[in-house]
C-alpha cells in the first residue's frame, strides 16, 4: 500500500525545503501544488481536484510513498479562517486517512520566523492571524488525528536540519514497529 508523508502547518515554517530534503534521501516523490492559493474564481473546486488527485495517486502507485509540500488537510483549516465553505466534505477526508497509511508531520513556528523568512503569499498574516491559524490547525486536524501517525514540529525551536531529523527518526521508529509487527502475525 502506498503511504502519504505529510508536511502540513503555517506559511512559511519549511515545508518544502523540508519535502525536497526527504525526496533527496530517498523518502518518497513529492506531490505538491506549486500555487498554494491560486488566484482562481473558484478556489473550492480547486482544492477538490487535488484531493481526488491524490486519492488518484494512491491507486495508480500502491507500492510508493509520496511526500506531500501541504495537502487536503488543509482545506480542514482555511475555510474556517477565510469563512467560505470547504471544498471537500469532512466524511471523504475520514475516510480517505481511515484507508491510507498516512504519516503527518504538523510544521509550526512564532510569527516573527515568519516575517523573518519574507511570506510570500497574497495576505500576509498579522500575528493574531498566526495565532488563529496555528489554533484551527491543532483543533481542526484533532478530528484525524486517531487515524494517522502524526507528530507536531516547531520549526522556530528545531532547525530544518533538526526538523528533517525528527520526522526521519520518527518514519524509522513506526516502520521497524511496523516490521516487528508483521513479523509477530
Given amino acids: 500500500m502506498a503511504k502519504l508523508i505529510i508536511l502540513e502547518g503555517l506559511s512559511r515554517t519549511g515545508k518544502t525545503s523540508i519535502s525536497n530534503a526527504l525526496k533527496d534521501e530517498g523518502y518518497g516523490r513529492i506531490v505538491s501544488v506549486k500555487d498554494k492559493m491560486p488566484q482562481c474564481k473558484d478556489l473550492t473546486s480547486f482544492y477538490k481536484g ?5 486519492d488518484a495517486f494512491l491507486e495508480s502507485f500502491d507500492d510508493e510513498t509520496f511526500v506531500l509540500d501541504r495537502s487536503f488537510l488543509s482545506e480542514m483549516v482555511y475555510p474556517s479562517f477565510y469563512k467560505r465553505s470547504a471544498s471537500i466534505d469532512l466524511k471523504y477526508i475520514i475516510d480517505f486517512v481511515k484507508r491510507n497509511e498516512i504519516h503527518l508531520f504538523l510544521l509550526t513556528n512564532t510569527h516573527d520566523d515568519y516575517m523573518k523568512r ?6 500576509v498574516y498579522s500575528s493574531e492571524d ?9 483543533q481542526k ?4 488525528e486517531r487515524y494517522i501517525n502524526n507528530t507536531t514540529i516547531n520549526t522556530s525551536s528545531n532547525s530544518i536540519t533538526e526538523s528533517i531529523d525528527i520526522i526521519k527518526s520518527k518514519l524509522w521508529k513506526t516502520e521497524k514497529s511496523q516490521s ?3 513479523q509477530q502475525a
Fill in 50 to 54: 487535488c484531493f481526488y488527485a491524490y
Fill in 118 to 123: 519574507k511570506p510570500k503569499d497574497s495576505y
Fill in 130 to 138: 498566526y495565532s488563529l491559524l496555528e489554533f484551527l490547525f491543532h
Fill in 141 to 144: 486536524l484533532s478530528i484525524v
Fill in 180 to 182: 516487528l509487527q508483521d
